[in-house]
């Protein structure tokens, strides 16, 4: 199962649009996938550098560490998903 972290805010419609394009694509691809949503403003978890990080990118998603490199922001990025799930870039 792959794992990613995406990081949002909760009055942000782009993030919800992030989401709901991951879901499609994971779908459309056939791959079992969860996704843990971190509100950089409001999650008692959340690193405090979180907002200063990530302010006006939200929505990030990035892999399964949650501090690793951004896969993608604003909009999902179908051909950076594509090769950290090394899968191959369509004709």
Known sequence: MTHFT??????CHLCEDMLAALRAFMAREGLAFEVRVID???NP???PGL???????VPVLVGADPLGPELCHYFLDEAALRRHLGLALPA
């Open 40 to 42: 950089i403003d409001t």
């Open 51 to 57: 907002a200063a990080r990530y302010d006006e990118l």
């Open 6 to 11: 995406l990081y949002s805010r909760s009055y």
């Open 45 to 47: 978890d959340a690193d």
